[in-house]
């Protein structure tokens, strides 16, 4: 069955810091690979996609993630940290199963700290 | 700003309860999805709509239902509201619903609080 891990709940990391938002699937076919970022109270905003090709993606916001699919990850990075990326990350795969659908992981609460 | 509109923003019901959100999908696209996010957990998919059938479901009982009118705006329906029905409801719309790397684009989302 499809599955999507996001094996740390919180991460906390001080302002100008790299940042590594780790993610990992469970998927029988080649993937599409999303991550979603959601501040409190709002709705789910794309940062990146993985469809196919380059295997390093560049995002919105200076983040980018890299597919790896010997280690079935899509680890999401960010050089330097800005107070302003404080809030909850999800990473998705998407895929058809008779309806094209999004499966979540449990998302990543980044605090900074300044 | 992805286009995608959600009222109420917030709800407050007791169990027992009816309940319809509403959601207005962006322009051009003729498939919309509804997920259900707990609190601390990612979004559920429950189902989606396209040109106003339903075209799939997720593990939701029968009281979660919904529609999708020609203007291709939707609603999502619970019927017999449970405490565990608390949750952000979320709507997205997408341009086609067979493409296997199609984005989705999501709105701000209502807040069900069932007491």
């Known amino acids: 069955a499809q599955s999507v891990t996001q094996p740390d709940i919180h991460i906390t990391v001080s302002e100008g810091a790299s940042l590594e938002l780790r993610c990992n699937y469970s998927?029988?076919?080649?993937?599409?690979l999303f991550w979603y970022v959601q501040s409190p109270g709002q709705g789910l905003q794309l940062l990146l996609k993985?469809?196919?090709?380059?295997?390093l993606v560049q995002g919105i916001k200076g983040f980018e993630a890299e597919f790896k699919r010997s280690q079935s990850s899509f680890n999401l990075r960010k050089p330097s940290v800005h107070w302003s990326d404080a809030a909850e990350y999800f990473c998705?795969?998407?895929?058809?199963?008779?309806?094209?659908?999004?499966?979540f992981g449990t998302g990543t609460r980044l605090k900074v700290l300044a | 700003e992805t286009g995608v509109t959600q009222s109420p923003t917030h709800l407050i019901k007791t169990r027992g309860q009816q309940v319809t959100l509403r959601c207005s999908s962006q322009?051009?696209?003729?498939?919309v999805s509804w997920y259900q996010q707990a609190l601390g957990q990612g979004p559920q998919f429950i189902f989606q709509?396209?040109?106003?059938?339903?075209?799939g479901r997720g593990n939701f009982p029968p009281r979660f239902s919904g529609l999708q009118f020609p203007n291709y705006s939707s609603e999502l329906n619970v019927n017999a509201l449970e405490l565990d029905d608390s949750a952000l409801y979320l709507c997205?719309?997408?341009?086609?619903?067979?493409?296997?790397?199609?984005?989705?684009?999501f709105g701000s989302g209502t807040q069900l609080s069932v007491l």
């Open positions: 997205a719309s997408s341009l086609r619903s067979f493409a296997t790397n199609e984005k989705l684009f």
């Open positions: 709509y396209y040109r106003e059938e339903e075209n």
């Open positions: 993985y469809f196919s090709g380059d295997t």
């Open positions: 322009s051009g696209h003729n498939t």
């Open positions: 998705a795969v998407g895929f058809t199963s008779g309806t094209y659908k999004y499966i």
């Open positions: 998927y029988g076919a080649t993937p599409y």
